[in-house]
């Protein structure tokens, strides 16, 4: 790993997050095509003032994948603790062990808690967004071709391309059009190719698309770490508006 993550993480924290004060995570339950759907959501302190919230929309990878809603594990962990930097309400779907983000269920399942989500609190939908890690990733660019005009910004981490034929990014580059996008990815990744990252990034670039590419040299598939390490992450993501 490229850097030592305990001073990655606490150094984003320090400077992020700076000692304000926690949210806390929810969870909650949606039915969609009688099929019932547990998930988490963050909600930062704001949530209290009334004041339209940015939604960031995280998707997991493959290895948190289950059926009671609650991601665990020492990844689950990170991600709970990088919100507490966050200004946003968060949602968090969990995918179906024998699911991916792209099937037509999960994609069902994912639309449904965001407009479950947006109708209980308030949500400035000028303001949505994605963030994806692995599968996740993959994930983002599926709702992002799906929804053009629904999310703000995108950020794929170790992400690709979800066609699986013909040519797999000129499609997708020109559906998500000029919403501003963020990709990360490790050059020694075995898991997800790099090429996926540079492909999307080099036909999103070609369309006059905004895109920011970073490729960490030497750096495997945990380039997610890297990732949420970045301190100017956060603040171009929030940023962005429809």
Known sequence: MKNDFSKLFSGFLASS??????????????????????????????????????LVVFLHGIRERGSGGF???MFAQIVRQYLKAVPAIV?????????????????????????DISKDFSVDEKRKYLMGVSLGGYGVWHFAANYPNEFAALVSICGGSPLTSGDRFAPVAERIGKTPAWLFHGSEDKIVQVSESRNLAA????????????????????????????????????????
């Open 17 to 54: 997050f700076s000692g304000g004060k926690q949210g806390e995570i929810v969870n909650r339950n949606v039915t969609i095509n009688n099929e019932n759907y547990v998930y988490q959501a963050y909600l930062p302190p704001q949530i209290k003032t009334q004041e339209k919230l940015p």
């Open 71 to 73: 991601v665990t594990g």
């Open 91 to 115: 949602l968090l779907p969990q995918c179906r062990p024998d699911k991916y983000w792209i099937d037509e269920p999960m994609d069902k399942m994912v639309t449904g808690e965001i407009e």
């Open 203 to 242: 036909a999103i670039r070609e369309r006059g698309g905004e895109v920011k590419y970073s490729e960490y040299e030497g750096v495997g598939h945990n380039v997610w770490l890297d990732a949420l390490g970045e301190k100017e992450l956060l603040p171009w993501l929030l940023s962005q508006k429809l």
